[in-house]
């Protein structure tokens, strides 16, 4: 079976999947389009390769493969059946209830889906990932797909599955039985799941431990898939919910090695513009999920408010104490204990938080040198360091962070004041020559206000930083941020976890 899209106006358009219809509500074609393409992107990733796909027009059909890398490349018309409707059937349909995402939903950057279990699936925005420009086929702008080919006429002779016949469990069974009879077969008498054997016959560690993550990953835990399986202790398992998947999706990306130690510094020249609202939340995602190993660090060349949003420690130190006394961990014995002493660890979350100077009296400043002295002995601890940044472009200490970032993170309100700030600094560290760390940046919308926000502001903001950015992602509105109280990672809405993990698993994406 093939999924399929098809594009019902300029403002809606129905995917087809196995697991049921998504249907997409935005505010123009191309975001209609860029929004089935990312849902075919999603389902990539959740298959683990690519995809065949048809996407319905009302005039053109076309046939394409789609890579969990984003990449789109045409591939010749066949006759395989499709999820959804015949190709020749009607174009506009009435809606079946399926699953409906909108251009305008205040979440990650992602377009969420609350299942009928309240589980929310996610999938990047209009604007959500702009890919290197090598993976970009020449014949698939991002406002049209092609190649194209004419719709097909109607062939009685062989006729194509209609919307009820696709969700037939009698024909899904069928297919698989298919599939499994083409399938090599293992030697009469052998355990139907026996792991992979090694050259001598035997299954190794290294198979067993492969065989026990395959099923694990298979074991649903949420929804009614989640519920069957707790209640049957395991006998009946269902397929995980889309939703299920894409989540694990995300937590698997953040998980992934990494090379070295990383930096992910987070920007924007206007104070107010949740700066260290991402820095806390990106810190708290990627240490909960990875298991520790993440700092988050205020780099303000003076006194910033980062050590304030955290769990306060015993000690009072800061970055500048341990500017002063690096020759003490600057050695071969150096240990995580001796670190402890100058950052305050945040308890459940996993991360641990390096604040700026707190002293109102003092004239102590961090200048780039010390910036680049701290961040060599920080790297021998952390494997990822997000980096809060002061206001000051032309700050030594600030430039420092932004030429070390392995990822850089330009963090907006829908504010005109801090979109404007965060534009106006992407054309400056255009002009000094820092082209590079902006096309890999990676956009964060964030909603200061209950609500969706206007609609037009939003596709605006999405056009402008997506054209600059590799993806722009969306986070919503958190009750929970507007007092300025420390980080309670147990009182945020499960709504807002989820959209920071995706906006994490985008930053990670970089590394």
């Known amino acids: 079976m093939i999924a399929q899209a098809r ?3 300029d403002t809606t358009a129905t995917v087809h999947l196995a697991d049921g219809p998504v249907e997409i509500d935005a505010a123009s074609l191309p975001e209609v389009r860029s929004q089935v393409k990312r849902v075919f992107i999603d389902e990539a990733r959740v298959q683990g390769g690519p995809v065949d796909v048809v996407i319905v027009e009302t005039d053109v059909v076309h046939h394409l493969q789609v890579s969990p890398n984003g990449r789109i490349t045409g591939r010749p018309a066949d006759d395989r059946p499709l999820y959804g409707p015949p190709i020749d059937g009607p174009h506009r349909q009435e809606s079946r209830g399926g699953r409906r995402r909108r251009a305008g939903e205040p979440v990650t950057g992602e377009h969420v889906a609350v299942d009928a279990d309240g589980h929310v699936s996610a999938t990047p925005s209009a604007s959500a990932e702009k890919l290197p420009v090598e993976e970009r086929p020449a014949e698939l702008p991002d406002a049209a797909f092609a190649p194209r ?3 097909p006429p109607s062939t009685p002779s062989e006729p194509r599955p209609t919307a009820s016949s696709t969700v037939d469990p009698s024909a899904s069974r069928a297919a698989r039985e298919a599939r499994e009879a083409r399938a090599p077969q293992p030697p009469v008498g052998a355990p139907r799941h026996s792991a992979p054997r090694s050259d001598d016959g035997r299954p190794t560690l290294q198979d067993l431990q492969t065989s026990s993550r395959r099923i694990a990953r298979q074991t649903p835990t949420r929804g ?3 519920a069957i399986a707790r ?4 006998a009946i398992l269902l397929p995980p919910t889309r939703a299920e ?6 937590v698997e990306r953040i998980r992934k090695p990494l090379d070295g130690p990383k930096n992910v510094v987070v920007v924007n020249l206007k104070g107010g513009a949740h700066k260290t609202t991402a820095t806390l939340m990106l810190s708290a995602t990627m240490g909960s999920v990875r298991g520790g190993g993440v700092l988050a660090w205020d780099n303000n060349e003076t006194r910033g408010t980062l050590g304030w949003r955290g769990v306060p420690a015993e000690h009072q130190r800061t970055a500048l104490d341990l500017l002063h006394d690096l020759d003490r961990l600057d050695s071969s014995t150096a240990s995580v204990a001796q670190m402890d002493q100058y950052v305050r660890p945040q308890g459940e979350t996993q ?3 390096l604040a700026s100077d707190e002293d109102p009296g003092s004239a102590a400043s961090i200048d780039g040198a010390a910036f680049q002295a701290l961040d060599r002995i920080l790297s021998r601890f952390y494997r990822i360091k997000v980096i809060d940044t002061g206001n000051n472009v032309r700050a030594s200490n600030w430039l ?3 030429h070390s970032a392995d990822q850089l993170v330009i963090v907006s309100t829908l504010r005109e004041d801090t979109f404007n700030a965060a534009a106006w600094m992407i054309d400056e560290l255009r002009a000094t020559g820092l082209s590079e760390q902006v ?8 909603h200061s206000a209950p609500g969706n926000g206007e609609r037009e502001l939003r596709r605006r903001l999405h056009d402008h930083f997506g054209a600059h950015t590799r993806t722009v992602v969306e986070v919503p509105y958190e009750k929970h941020f507007v007092s300025g109280t420390p980080l309670n990672w147990s009182a945020l809405e499960p709504y807002t976890k989820e959209a920071w993990q995706a906006a994490a698993a985008a930053v990670v994406d970089g590394l």
């Open 7 to 9: 594009i019902t106006s």
């Open 400 to 402: 420092a962070a932004v």
């Open 351 to 353: 991360f641990d938080i």
């Open 149 to 151: 080919h004419p719709a």
């Open 439 to 446: 096309d890999r940046a990676v956009t964060i919308l964030s």
């Open 231 to 234: 209640l049957t202790g395991g």
């Open 245 to 250: 998947r894409l989540h694990r999706d995300q």
């Open 224 to 226: 009614f898939p989640g």
